[in-house]
């Protein structure tokens, strides 16, 4: 029952941390503009997801736990890609 509950709050986890990055995506896309943005900051999430995914695959190595991880951290990235594809170059 304990291992059921928890790999309900693992999905709960996914399905809402991957949504909170879709507004931030589709923003990017559309308004092709990424000024207001931190690059920096994201950076930063890139180097937690990083340390995070090796301390998975050291310590309990779960595909699923691993999946989420790669998930995580290919959006920070792909996010990371969209700000410096559409930052405007200051003249």
Same mark, same amino acid.
């Given at each position: 029952?304990?291992?059921?509950?928890?790999?309900?709050?693992?999905?709960?986890?996914?399905?809402?941390?991957?949504?909170?990055?879709?507004?931030?995506?589709?923003?990017?896309?559309?308004?092709?503009?990424?000024?207001?943005?931190?690059?920096?900051?994201?950076? %930063?999430? $890139? #180097?937690?997801?990083?340390?995070? !995914?090796? =301390?998975?695959?050291?310590?309990?190595?779960?595909?699923?736990?691993?999946?989420?991880?790669?998930?995580?951290?290919? %959006?920070? $990235? #792909?996010?990371?890609?969209?700000? !410096?594809? =559409?930052?405007?170059?200051?003249?």
């Amino acid at each position: 029952m304990k291992t059921i509950f928890a790999y309900i709050l693992l999905i709960i986890y996914t399905v809402v941390s991957l949504y909170a990055y879709m507004p931030q995506v589709i923003k990017l896309i559309r308004t092709k503009s990424s000024n207001d943005l931190s690059l920096s900051s994201w950076m %930063f999430w $890139i #180097l937690s997801y990083l340390c995070y !995914l090796g =301390y998975v695959l050291i310590e309990s190595p779960d595909l699923g736990v691993i999946f989420i991880t790669c998930l995580e951290l290919f %959006f920070t $990235i #792909l996010i990371c890609i969209l700000i !410096l594809l =559409y930052r405007k170059r200051k003249k």
